[in-house]
C-alpha cells in the first residue's frame, strides 16, 4: 500500500468513526466535497499539509495517524537504565493489564 491509499483507507475510516459526511467535513476544512472524496479513494494526488493538519484537527486524530499502515499498532522504544528496569516493567505490566488485547509488549535488553 502507498501513501495515498494509507491516507485514504485512514481518512475515510476516521471520518466515519467520527460520523461526519464528506460534506461536512470538507465545508469544516475549506476543500469541497468531491476533494475530500479523491483523497478517500486515493486519486487526489497533492494534499496540503495544511489541509491533512486541519482535516486530522477535525478528526481528533494525531497527523501522523494518518499516515499509518495500521494506525492501531504502534512502536515505542522505552531506554531505561539498570536501576530503573524493574520499575519501568511493572509500569508496563500494568498498561498492558488495563489495555487488554489492544496492546503487546516486549522487552529488549539492549
Known amino acids: 500500500m502507498n501513501e495515498r491509499e494509507i491516507i485514504a483507507k485512514n481518512l475515510r475510516q476516521y471520518r466515519l468513526i467520527k460520523g461526519m459526511q464528506q460534506k461536512e467535513l470538507a465545508e469544516k476544512v475549506g476543500l469541497s466535497k468531491d476533494t475530500i472524496s479523491k483523497i478517500e479513494t486515493g486519486k487526489q494526488h497533492n494534499i496540503g499539509s495544511k489541509y491533512l493538519i486541519l482535516i486530522s484537527r477535525e478528526l481528533d486524530v494525531e497527523l ?6 495500521d ?21 508496563l505490566d500494568e498498561i498492558v493489564k488495563r489495555a ?7 522487552i529488549l535488553k539492549g
Open 100 to 106: 487488554g488485547d489492544k496492546i503487546s509488549l516486549q
Open 64 to 69: 501522523f495517524q494518518l499516515f499509518m499502515a
Open 71 to 91: 494506525p492501531e499498532a504502534l512502536t515505542i522504544k522505552l531506554v531505561v537504565s539498570d536501576q530503573n528496569l524493574r520499575s519501568a516493567k511493572r509500569l
